[in-house]
Every structure is written in C-alpha cells, then in structure tokens.
C-alpha cells in the first residue's frame, strides 16, 4: 500500500475512535477504556480484551461533566467524563482509572461515582518509589488488583503465558511507534505534522498488532524514500498532548515539521518496553520502575535538572531547532517543570515557544501568531 | 474577635515563636534546618533532633500577612503558572532566595513610607479626623507602613562589602526583609516530602532540592480509593520509613534512636489527642469559639506536634474551654444564630472579608475539616502508616464524606460553606459530589464560593457575600420548617 493510503487509514481511525468501539464489539470483543497515564495495557490485551485510550476529546465540549467538576481541571479529564456521561462511551465494559496527578486523584472518585452500575471502574494508584524493591512490589500488587477486576470482566483468568503474549504486541507497538517517530522526523514531505499525530493518536484505538502491522508496513515505504531533501525547519514537541488536526496544519503551514517529542500521549507513552521472560508482572512493574524523563513521576536525583537536560538533548539529537511547549492548561506537573525545562534549553541554546492549550480551544489565531513567529525566528 | 487571650491561646502562640527561634538559632550556629510538608511523619526527624520548618504553614502566615500576592508574583517571574497551588509559589519563590521587604532610601537609609497604609487618625473623642484637602480619613502615621518591595537574598549577599557605605547599605537592605517569623526562616539544608496531601507536593519539593542542591528525603503516599487501607499500602509505607531513617542517619551521621523515636510518637499521639479534644468542644451549642480560632492554632498541630510543649499548649486550652464552658463564655464575638462547617482551607489574605459576613448574619464556624486531618494517633508502626495514610487529600470519597458528615453531625450544623480552592485541586476536585451528599444525608444546605488560600487575586467578595447570603437564606427556610413540624 502507499503511504498515502496508509496514513489515510490511520487517519480515518483517528478521527472516529467511536468506530472501531463499534467494530470491537461487532466482532464479540469486549472494550476496557484505559485513561493516562502508564495503565498497563498489557493486561486488558492478556484478558482477550481490546484497550481503548480515552485522551479527552477535541470536538465536544463540557457540559454533563460542570455537575462533578469546577472549571479549573484539565479538559482532558473533564472531556473523558463527558464522554462517559453524554453516551459517547457507552459501550465499554470497563475503564481503567490511574492517579498520578492531583487532577486524576479526586477524578477518579467523579468517575465511579458516575459511572455507578453502569461502568466498572478500576482503580489504578502507582508509586512514585518505582526502583526500589518495595516500590516494584507495590506496582506488582497495584496491577494484581487491575488483573483481577479485568478477569471479573473477561470472565477468564489471565495466564503468565497470554501476559507475556500481550507483553510481545505492546513492546511491537512501541517498537513500530518509535520507529516511526524516527521515521517521520526523517522524512517530513511524507509525513505531515497533521497525519504524524493521527498515526500515533490512533494506536490508543486500534487493535495493537493490526496496528502494528500497519505501521510496520507504512515505516518500511518510508525507510525506502530517497533521502529527504525536504526545506523547512524541525521542531521537538513537548507536553501532554497536541493532537488537534487544526492546530497541527499550522505548523504544515510553516513549514515547520516535528523532529521528535517529548509528548505523554505520544514518545512518553512508548519509550520503556517490559522484558518478555521472566515473571511477566514483575517485568510490567520494572517497565513502569524504568520510566524516566517525566513530569508525572518522582526523580530520586531531583537536585539535577535529568528531565529538562534530557529533553534539551532530545532536541540535538533529533536535529530540532527549537521546542514548541503545548502547555495543556490547569497541569500543574506540567507547569511545576517548566521553569527548568527553560533552563535547560536556554543553556543548550534551544529556544522554544510556550503555547497554552486545552481541548475545548476552538479559535487557533493567537497560536498561529506564535507559531508563525517563532518559525521565523528559527 | 476577642482581644483577650487565654493562657492556653498564650502558650499556643510561644510553642510556635520557640520552633521558629530555634530553628533560626540552629542555623545560625551551623546546624542543619529542613523543610518539611506538613503531613510528613515529623516523628522521624524529631528522633534525630532535627529542626524542621513547614513551608505550607509559613505561605499560609505570609498569606495572612498580606505578602502571598507579592511572592507568588515573584514564582510567576521565575516561570511557575499562576495556576500552581499559591503556597507551592509562595514557598518556591522563598526557597529562590525571593523575600517581601521594605522599601527604603539606598542614600538617607530610610523607609519610604507607603501613604495609603495605616489607620484612620482618630482625634480624643474617638472620632475619625477627616482630611480638608482631600475631604478622605486622615491616616494615623504611628500606623503607617513602608511600601513592600521584592527583594533577594543570594542578590544581597553578593553586593560588596568594601567601604563604609557599602556595609551599611547591605546591612540595612538584610534589615529591610520584612521582620515577621515566616518572612525570616532560614534556607533550608534537606527537605521533607510526604505527598499524601497531593502529587504537587512532589514536584514541588523537588525543585527546592534542585535550586538549593540538597537532599530530599521521600514518603509516597499513593491515593486510597477505599476506606480500609490494606496491608499491601502499609508495606509500602513501613519500607518508606525505614529508608528515610536511613537517609537521615546518613544526613546527620547519626544513628537512629528507637528511645527518642518512641517519645517523639508519644508526643505527637498526645498532642493530636489534645487536639482533637479541643476540636470536640465545637460541639456546645454555643460553641465556645470559633472554628476560624482553630485555623490560628493550626500553626501549632503543624510545626510542634511531636513536642511535649504543644501537647502541653492544647491540654491548656483545654482546660480554658472547659471554663468558658462553665461560664457560659465564648471567643466569638457574636450571639450564634447559625452553625456551620467551613470546607477547605480558609482564603488566608482574606481572613476578615470571609469573617465579615459571618458575623453580620450570625453564622460561626462550629466545624473543620482541619480537625480529623491532624488527628495522627496510633498503637504501633503499622498504625502509624495507616494513620499518614488517611490525609484529607490521599483519601476516597466515601471516607472523605464520612469524616465530614461525622462532625457535621456531632457539631450540629445547619449548613456547609464550601471553598473552591484554586489553589488546590485534589481538595475541591470531587467537593460538588460531597455537597449533594452532604444535603442528601443530613439535609443542610450548602454554598460555594470561589477563592484561593494564598493568592488574593483569586478570591471575589462580592460572590463570597452572596453566597453567604444565600446559605443564610435557605439555613433560616430550613429552620423555620423544623419550627412549623414542631
């Protein structure tokens, strides 16, 4: 298949996720919402389920969810009550619900208050103390309860073999999704900064090895292009999310492509792979230990500026020549590392743009302005 | 309020003017002084003498200082959002070295006094001397203050020191600093963090370590979503307490002592009991003071709890309750007509705008939800764990509810003022629930109102009355429901 057709199919899937609920459960499947940050997939795929990432929205706008919420919480959050609540999710047969911010905490309450009968919801809290032993054995016991509720839902038990199974698609996944960043960094009059987020944006929504499968074959058409010969400047992404098309096709417009990122729906969410042997629940939370470079978690060498030097090499590295932040709005994680990410990058050089962000943002003319701006400064 | 202290408000106030004196002194002399989030287990430090200051308390005592919009200001200039919790600016922009001071003439060295500070003059009748020219109150001077300015300490230890006027220049700009206690508290050499009141605690104190190039010492608390705390919690807590001492013996070079330990848990049991106990006398109808009056001894439960003097200070306090009780006395300074609970964290800058309407319309404060939050008592280790565990943000609804509603009742309230925090998002994230349950379970109103507990400009009087109003309202329809049953 071309390339064309390819990122066509992604793209299609990315924005209708409905959809492919739809064709889940057309085919007898059972559907397990996995809300951020770091659910383990793995276990709902062990399950014979298909997990489905619920990343709020950007279409829809608050209104059912204003009863649990007030207005200064994240509208991913507030989007994927919405979601829950105005029947757009109704079809799932689960959701996996994490804590690992202080919006998720209380939310997690919102949503099975919510939910009541209607929709299971699995509690997910994990450790800031990942490395130590007493903090894998904790993300062990954590997942154990998630495994559980899961096998309530499955109504099968899940074994070590179909967890190390399920273990081999996600790290698959993730292989083909790095491999793609790397590519599409390469090779950006092939892939546009708009298609670049609907093929990772739909990996929440697909069916891990169908589309790992698709971009296994969409990464060999590109690592077959002729070197790139491409005029425009690269740019590395950061923050939780950007996946709006509009926002997106300002960048196209100026001819600005992004090199990497440093995006939790995005690289984030599939830089740590889990070990294939072994006991596979340990392997998840030794995964979760090796997770690093994030806002959301605890640095146990927090008198070091780790993540914003990381994320300033992540831009040599990459050959960006410059940082677009998207600052999603009321993320305090996000917003309590921002003045040594700026650090960071001011003593590498790098300079950067930061954009505020939300998902009910339907007016992009300010962003546009900045953006514009900052690409002719670069 | 009352003017008149009690010995108990008395010895209240020392226990927390001695942590601080001590904790400048121990610096002074070289030793090590940490900062601590208020909720960490300070039983650990205090096994190894250690002196701890509390950054939440301290923003809350610059807030009520009328310093919180200045030193959040000054965080917002390094690059923290105005979004950020007003005590995590607050203290970041301390830890950076950020100070509120006085302005002064750098060539006469005298304060610039601020013209519209200060009191109304009041002549010897007692009557306000009106200005002719301006036709406004003329300002009593003995009340007038010098303008606030920012200022920094790591700029003003690098200035030189080489002629005369130099050295008086830097030694006057030190004394400018703002003299209250919260505004003097010595950097710190190792931070505490016990994140069971929320996540930003985490990223908050691992930016001081990384600004100030020190160790941070870590309790996890993961966030409950059920009542009972199970086994598998503890363990991970108890192996937390384990590493941190041995972090400290590491810090200090000294070894843990299990008999200072024992004691300091033994004081913090005491004193959280004495606590607790003083909470209780918000029961009397009257009570015989005001919840606000509890938010001023929260200084104490902070800073000294595992200190022999704060158990001391409460069981005082006590002991002036049981009088005003048999006396028939109160501290609030107004007959009760009303009761209710006071949810979240008081707006500390607007302290006298929330009490305002209050008074106005009879409405005490007679519960907190401050009063179970400190409440740490335990047997063992283990309970010790659990007990860290239960913190008002670390824990689920249903718990969260039924500690509420536990002295919601036992406190006989008529109705509930809900703080939307804006500085705290764990707190007022699921609150609207807690509300409609609040009115289902004990039938009482409930009003919210928008305002932050440390950044000014997030709070609005005009709403803030309104809702007062409003609650008053529905508080009196209730009542005169009950009468019309009767």
Redesign the interface.
């Known amino acids: 298949m071309s390339i064309e057709v390819l990122l066509n199919q992604f793209k299609e899937v990315s924005e209708h996720p409905h959809r492919q609920i739809e064709a889940f459960k057309a085919q007898g499947k059972k559907v397990i919402g996995v809300l951020p940050y770091y659910a383990p997939e793995e276990l709902v795929i062990a399950a014979g389920m298909e997990p489905m990432g619920i990343w709020g929205s950007n279409k829809k706008t608050i209104s059912h969810a204003k ?4 207005t ?2 994240c509208t991913i959050a507030q989007l994927a009550l919405e979601m829950l609540l105005d029947g757009t999710l109704d079809q799932l047969d689960g959701l996996i619900t994490p ?5 998720l ?6 949503f ?2 919510a939910m009541g009968d209607k929709l299971p919801c699995i ?1 997910l ?5 990942r490395k ?4 894998l ?2 993300t062990v ?2 997942y154990s309860h998630v495994k559980a509720e899961l096998e309530k839902i499955s109504g099968t038990p899940i074994t070590d073999e179909a967890l190390r199974e399920a273990i081999k698609v996600m790290n698959r996944s993730r292989a083909a999704r790095r491999e793609f960043v790397k590519l599409a960094g390469q090779h950006p009059e092939a892939v546009s900064a708009v298609n670049r987020s609907a093929v990772l944006r739909s990996a929440w929504f697909m069916d891990k090895t169908e589309h790992a499968e698709k971009l296994e074959a969409l990464n060999a058409e590109l690592a077959a292009l002729p070197a790139s010969n491409w005029k425009g400047t690269k740019i590395l992404t950061s923050g939780i999310i950007c996946d709006n098309p509009t926002l997106l096709q300002i960048f196209d417009d100026n001819n600005l492509a992004i090199a990497a990122d440093d995006v939790a729906q995005e690289s984030r969410s599939f830089r740590v792979d889990a070990a294939e042997t072994g006991d596979p629940m340990m392997a998840l939370a030794q995964q979760f230990a090796d997770q690093d470079y994030e ?1 959301l978690l ?3 060498h ?4 780790r993540r914003g030097e990381y994320v300033a090499n992540l831009c040599k590295e990459s050959g960006a020549k410059g940082l677009v932040l998207f ?1 999603q ?2 993320c ?2 996000e ?6 990410l ?1 650090i960071a990058l001011e003593n590498a050089g790098i300079p950067h743009i930061k954009l505020g962000v939300d998902q009910q943002m339907r007016d992009f003319g300010q962003a546009s302005t900045a953006i514009q701006a900052f690409a002719d400064v670069l | 309020m009352a003017k008149e202290v009690s010995p108990g408000v008395k010895a209240l106030r020392k226990v927390v003017d001695d942590v601080h004196a001590d904790a400048r002194q121990a610096h002074a002399e070289g030793k090590l002084v940490g900062w601590s989030s208020s909720k960490f287990p300070c039983e650990l430090a205090a096994a190894f003498d250690l002196d701890i200051m509390y950054p939440e308390n301290q923003a809350a005592g610059i807030a009520a200082n009328r310093d919180g919009e200045i030193m959040c200001q000054a965080a917002e200039d390094l690059g923290f959002d105005n979004d950020i919790c007003g005590y995590a600016r607050i203290s970041l922009a301390y830890a950076a070295g950020k100070r509120a001071s006085r302005k002064f003439d750098p060539e006469t060295l005298e304060y610039v006094i601020n013209p519209a500070s200060g009191k109304p003059l009041k002549d010897e009748n007692g009557n306000v001397v009106i200005d002719e020219a301006t036709g406004k109150p003329k300002k009593d001077p003995k009340t007038q203050v010098p303008f606030t300015v920012l200022d920094d300490i790591y700029e003003i230890e690098a200035l030189p020191e080489t002629t005369e006027k130099e050295i008086a220049y830097k030694n006057f700009r030190r004394e400018a600093i703002k003299p209250y206690r919260q505004m003097r508290i010595p950097q710190p050499d190792f931070v505490l963090c016990c994140n069971n009141i929320c996540n930003c605690m985490t990223k908050w104190y691992e930016n001081i370590a990384r600004m100030r190039n020190i160790p941070l010492i870590m309790i996890d608390i993961p966030y409950n979503n059920t009542v009972e705390v199970h086994d598998t919690n503890v363990a991970y807590v108890r192996a937390q307490f384990d590493a941190a001492i041995k972090q400290l013996e590491e810090l200090t070079g000294k070894k843990f002592d299990e008999k200072k330990f024992e004691q300091a848990c033994a004081n913090a049991n005491r004193t959280a009991s004495a606590w607790l106990r003083v909470c209780d006398y918000l029961q009397y109808k009257p009570a015989p003071y005001s919840g606000f009056d509890l938010f001023n001894h929260m200084a104490d439960i902070v800073t000294a709890r595992a200190k022999p003097q704060a158990a001391e200070a409460f069981e005082l306090l006590e002991k002036d309750l049981e009088k005003a009780i048999k006396e028939g006395t109160t501290t609030t300074p107004f007959p009760e007509k009303y009761r209710v609970m006071f949810e979240g964290i008081p707006c500390w800058p607007k302290l006298p705008n929330l009490f305002k309407p209050l008074k106005q319309h009879g409405v005490n404060v007679t519960a907190v939800v401050y009063a179970p939050a400190f409440g740490f008592v335990y047997n063992n280790m283990d309970e010790m764990c659990r007990a860290y565990y239960k913190a008002p943000n670390s824990v689920c609804i249903e718990q969260g509810v039924d500690w509420r509603e536990g002295i919601c009742r036992d406190n006989k309230v008529d109705g509930v003022l809900v703080h939307y925090n804006r500085s705290c998002k764990p707190w007022s994230g699921y609150m609207a629930e807690m509300q409609r349950r609040f009115t289902d379970d004990l039938g009482v109103p409930c009003a919210g109102f928008d305002g932050d507990q440390a950044d000014p400009r997030n709070f609005n009087e005009a709403q803030y009355e309104t809702r007062v109003q409003g609650l008053v309202e529905a508080m009196e329809a209730n009542k005169a429901a009950k009468e019309d049953a009767e």
């Open positions: 009863e649990y919420c007030a200064f919480y804590t690992i911010c202080d919006t905490r209380p939310m997690s309450q919102n099975r208050v509690f809290a994990h450790p800031q103390h130590p032993a007493f903090g054995q904790f016991d954590q806002v605890y640095d146990e927090s008198n070091q500026n600052m709005q009321f305090d994680p917003e309590m590392e921002y003045p040594y700026k």
